[in-house]
Each structure stands twice: as structure tokens, then as C-alpha cells.
């Protein structure tokens, strides 16, 4: 079991305490355990299972507007002791930053929300194992799988986050993991492809026979694929790319980005950056949410928040520090988003694949082309061409550019959102990108 919330509360209350002993003027502190138990199968048999145990501290201490941070597994007095006096004499010899402080008290939360994160149950190795091997099995059923990877993990962790402004909060989470990947064969190729399950609660994951037949599914549909040459056409992004563009547009409006003017989206604020069907939210208080939390990691509340409305930006997502820098208050998004998601389009998944004659299908991007200075996008990708709604045979060797300004103006989303991940989206048409082919 992870430790309780009094145990991590002492601790953090001990810090704090010593840490003004020793002239410190504000002190952060969070401290947490996290437990992991882990089984892989390989080729339909066991190849490891291991436990880990990871108890962790981080302190950063501010003498006026100096700051630094530490941070140990070792949470033993003396050691603690020994933390908290480097951490507050490395803070004195820092220099200054006017933009050093606490979060505003007024914008720390007051509670925390049951979001339903944590689930007790525990599943022993033997039925970790019994469920890798249903996986596995299913995802070996055809001759032309040769090679299957699986795993099962399962993770609890819980935290306390404090300061010496009187904030002490935090709450456990649960994490079941379960992933396939399956390697297909034939005279013409080989291709590699996955699927996998997280879940806040263990009764939520996917069945293990549909977990294997969707990988096996996924490979052996790119097998014998072929080369197209260059054009500019209509590009469709699987649900699992599609959320690596929203992620990027996350990136591009962080305050840390936008203060140090690193970002193609700077100043853009109630500017239309998309088309007005475009509706983007940051929502933490999902149930079972995989990003879901009642505070951020400086405590201050996480409200949901509608980043774009009618395809105008809304917010950028703030921190203290680069707030202030901004002249901006925190809206909670220090360490990122929690569950990011694109509303829903008004078109069904098989009227977006019809919407066009012809158009490509991407289910993998190679490499990370992203250029948020500029919004340049260059990514090697692999998928299918699409003809009449009909899926003709793989293709891979292609390069897909553009750039975020045009890319995000050209944007449908089908009717088919599913909150899977922390970042979710629902199939997405990318119209006038440019593939480099044979």
C-alpha cells in the first residue's frame, strides 16, 4: 500500500518548518510515493515481471525573490535536514528574479474534489499473467504475426503538495495499463503496430482478446504497402495522430513559450486561429479522467477552461512565474493540461472519410518535425490511400507538411470523440497539406 496522507503530511509539515528556521521566506514541498508492479510477455510467454517502490521529495526554498530546488528519495531527519540547509544556502547565493514567488492565495484550491482517480483493487502477477496470455494468444491467431510484445502494468500513487502559505492538499491515483504489440510478416514487408488500454479503475480496461486481435489487426492492414509520389492532398489523421496536433497546440500557447516569445501563436489572443467550427477545452474535472485534478502542481485550482471558442484562442495556459511575466494571473496550468480534448465535429467518421474522392489516411507519424517558433510541420508518416470512402491498400515513405496557421484554419473533425487519453480528439481532416512520395 502507498503511504497515507498523514504520513507524507509530517513530512512536508517538518520541511516547512525547518526550512523558515533557516531563513527561508516561502517554501514549496511536495512529497510522494508511488508503487508499480509490472509483468511483459514476449512471444506468448513470461518475460519479466518486476516491483517498484519510489518514495520522493522536492523542496524549493525563496529568500525574498531568490529560489532554488532539491530533491532526494531519502526522507529520513537527518537527511532531510541535510536537503533543506543546501537548498536555503544555494538560494541565498542566487541571484534574484523579480517574477519569483508563491502562487496568489486567493487562487489556491480550497478543496479537493472526488474525482474517482483512485480504485483499490489489486490484481496478483498470477492473473496478470492469465490476462498477457489471453492477449497474446489473441494477437498470434494469424501465420503472419511473428513476433508479440505485451505488457500489464499496475501503478498507485499518492502525494501531498504544501506550502508555507498554509496549503496542504493532495490525493491518490490509480493507473491499469495494459499494451500489444504485434509484428507482421509477409514476402513484401514487415510492419509493426500496437494497441493498448489505460484506466484509472482495473474493471475499465479492455478485454484482453480485443486488446491482441486489434494489434494484430493494426499490422497486418499495412502489410505490402505501397509508395505514392508527390501531391498536395486532403490528409486524414487516426484519433491517435490527431491528438499529437492538439498536444502541439498546447505547446505553442504554454506561458513559457509565449513569454519568451518562442511561439508562433504569441499575441494572438481573441484572434480566430481556427476555423469557427473548432471549439477546443481543457477540462480537469472529468471522472476517471486520465488527466482529471482538483489543483495544479503549484496548488492553485484548476477550473475548466474553453481555450478556443468558435475558433478565437481564449486562454494561454498559465503558471505563476510566466504569468507574472505576462502581466497574467495562473489558471491552473502549471505542469500542463489535464484532460485537453477538441468538441466533437458535426460529421459522422464515414461522411468525413466520403468527403473527399481521394485523400490519405495516416495512422503513424515518424519523427518529431514541429517547429512551434515557426509552425512548421514535417513529419514521415505511414497510412492508407482512400478512395470513395474505401480504404485501397497501405502506403509509407511519405513525408506530410505544412504549417500550424493554414493547417488549423483547414481543420473538419468527425462526431467520433472518445475520452481514452489526457489529450483526446476525434478523427481529423487536414485539407491542401503537401505529401513528398517516391
Do not use: W
Request: charged letters at 30%; aromatic letters at 8%.
Amino acid at each position: 500500500m502507498v503511504k497515507d496522507q498523514e504520513y507524507l503530511e509530517k513530512k512536508a509539515s517538518y520541511c516547512l518548518d525547518y526550512a523558515k528556521k533557516l531563513g527561508a521566506t516561502d517554501t514549496i514541498v511536495n512529497v510522494g510515493n508511488s508503487i508499480s508492479e509490472t509483468v511483459n510477455f514476449r512471444n506468448k510467454k513470461l518475460d519479466e515481471s518486476n516491483r517498484s517502490d519510489n518514495l520522493g521529495i522536492d523542496i524549493t526554498t525563496f529568500v525574498g525573490k531568490k529560489k532554488s530546488s532539491i530533491s532526494s528519495s531519502n526522507l529520513l531527519r537527518e537527511n532531510l535536514n541535510i536537503l533543506i540547509e543546501k537548498c536555503v544556502e544555494t538560494t541565498k547565493n542566487t541571484p534574484e528574479d523579480e517574477y519569483n514567488s508563491l502562487p496568489d492565495k486567493d487562487l489556491l484550491a480550497k478543496k479537493v474534489k472526488d474525482l474517482n482517480l483512485y480504485d483499490d483493487s489489486h490484481i496478483e502477477n498470477d492473473n496478470k499473467v492469465e490476462y498477457l496470455s489471453r492477449l497474446e494468444n489473441a494477437a498470434s491467431n494469424d501465420k503472419k504475426i511473428v513476433n508479440t510484445e505485451s505488457s500489464f502494468v499496475e501503478d498507485k500513487s499518492n502525494f501531498i503538495l504544501a506550502n508555507s502559505d498554509g496549503f496542504c492538499k493532495g490525493f491518490k491515483t490509480s493507473s491499469f495499463v495494459a499494451s500489444s504489440v504485434a509484428v507482421a510478416k509477409d514476402d513484401r514487408s514487415m510492419e509493426r503496430d500496437y494497441e493498448y488500454t489505460v484506466k484509472c479503475h482495473l474493471k475499465d480496461i479492455k478485454n484482453a482478446e480485443e486488446l491482441g486481435k486489434k494489434a494484430a489487426e493494426y499490422s497486418l492492414r499495412k502489410l505490402s504497402p505501397k509508395k505514392i509520389g508527390s501531391e498536395k492532398i486532403p490528409i486524414i489523421f487516426d484519433k491517435r495522430i490527431a491528438k499529437g496536433i492538439l498536444s502541439t497546440f498546447a505547446s505553442a500557447i504554454s506561458a513559457s513559450s509565449i513569454s519568451r516569445g518562442t511561439s508562433f501563436l504569441k499575441n494572438k489572443i481573441n484572434q480566430k486561429i481556427f476555423q469557427e467550427a473548432i471549439n477546443i477545452f481543457d477540462k480537469p474535472d472529468i471522472s476517471k479522467g486520465q488527466g482529471s485534478r482538483s489543483f495544479d502542481s503549484e496548488g492553485v485550482r484548476t477550473d475548466t477552461l474553453k481555450l478556443v471558442e468558435q475558433g478565437i484562442l481564449k486562454h494561454y495556459l498559465l503558471d505563476t512565474y510566466n504569468g507574472r511575466k505576462l502581466n497574467l494571473k495562473s489558471n491552473g496550468r502549471c505542469g500542463g493540461t489535464s484532460n485537453l480534448y477538441f468538441e466533437n465535429g458535426k460529421i459522422s467518421y464515414k461522411d468525413l472519410l466520403n468527403s473527399n474522392p481521394r485523400c490519405l489516411y495516416i495512422t503513424e507519424t515518424i519523427g518529431h518535425g514541429t517547429n512551434i517558433v515557426t509552425g512548421d510541420y514535417s513529419v514521415g508518416a505511414t497510412g492508407f490511400l482512400v478512395e470513395n470512402g474505401e480504404f485501397r491498400y497501405p502506403i509509407n515513405e511519405i513525408t506530410i507538411a505544412g504549417n500550424f496557421k493554414e493547417m488549423f484554419q483547414n481543420i473538419t473533425l468527425a462526431n467520433d470523440l472518445e475520452f481514452e487519453y489526457s489529450t483526446n480528439s476525434p478523427t481529423m481532416m487536414i485539407d491542401g497539406m503537401v505529401v513528398a512520395g517516391k
